[in-house]
């Protein structure tokens, strides 16, 4: 679940930090244990979910399987309940770029795409994940956006090795995607540090800012997640106070893994 400017300052629930205090919490074996742990479940549970996608399934089934998995595997749904979030997924469609509250009334249909995001917590830490699906044949340039998107998450991985800083992963997708590809990365919503709380410090631009960031040290570990508009950068938040739309109406792709920095480099948690 993407850091967003409109929540910055409130506490992340069941957690040992709050988002905005700063403080980076780096994670022991023990942990890291935990969250890939967290990480296998949350893989089954969206791999459950790609399973479903097809034009007639309703948002809200798709909520149902995801915490269905969650559940059966031991883990809770990290977003149910976070900031009063009422769901465990958020299904967000088309130009819905994050937040979409699944419901029975928002049914698939041929040529749409959907970014479900979720967060699971085991063992007492929290991994986050998202990943956007295709729903039947849609247009070139969506796929491309889709295409894109996934893979500027790849170089962000990359970049995450020790002694970088948070500014070198920023870089990496936003140069993929706004330099190379002529999309745009969302500026309003950032990845995130992600382990005792969903969100934690760092924050985690898709752009780069003024700052170089903290250094990448061992034992972090980071929510890395491009949100990137086909048209605009600028968003709005929806009337329900939680999706979050394209200014423009275009579609948004959003892809996410939850990755510790190790003395080798990456570890995707989420893969």
């Known amino acids: 679940m993407p850091l967003s400017a409109r929540k910055a300052g409130e506490r992340a629930q069941g957690g040992r930090t709050t988002r905005e205090s700063g403080e980076v919490v780096l994670k022991s074996a023990a942990d890291l244990e935990a969250m890939r742990e967290g990480g296998r479940i949350l893989r089954r549970a969206l791999e459950a979910v790609r399973e479903l996608i097809r034009p007639g399934i309703d948002t809200l089934t ?7 998995v969650v559940r059966s595997h031991g883990g809770r749904p990290s977003f149910l309940g976070l900031y009063g979030f009422p769901r465990s997924i958020c299904a967000s469609v088309n130009d819905v770029v994050v937040h979409g509250i699944p419901s029975p009334d928002v049914v698939l249909r041929e040529g749409d ?43 962000a991985i990359a970049a995450c090795q020790p002694g970088r800083r948070v500014r070198d992963i920023s870089w990496a997708i936003q140069r993929y995607i706004e330099q190379v590809h002529g999309f745009s990365c969302v500026r309003a919503l950032c990845g995130h540090g992600v382990g005792f709380a969903v ?61 510790a920095i190790t003395e080798e480099g990456p570890e995707v948690l989420t893969r």
């Open 113 to 155: 795409i959907v970014g479900i995001d979720l967060g699971v917590e085991y063992g007492g830490l929290h991994v986050d994940g998202a990943e956007t699906f295709i729903v039947g044949e849609v247009d070139k340039q969506v796929r491309e956006l889709v295409l894109r998107t996934r893979e500027a998450l790849e170089l």
């Open 199 to 259: 969100h934690e410090a760092p924050q985690v631009p898709n752009v780069v800012g003024k700052e170089p960031g903290p250094e990448l040290v061992p034992g972090m570990t980071l929510a890395i997640e491009p949100m990137v508009n086909m048209g605009s950068y600028e968003v709005y938040t929806d009337d329900d106070g939680w999706a979050v739309r394209t200014r423009d109406g275009k579609p948004s792709a959003h892809f996410e893994h939850t990755v």
């Open 62 to 68: 798709l909520d149902r399987v995801a915490e269905d």
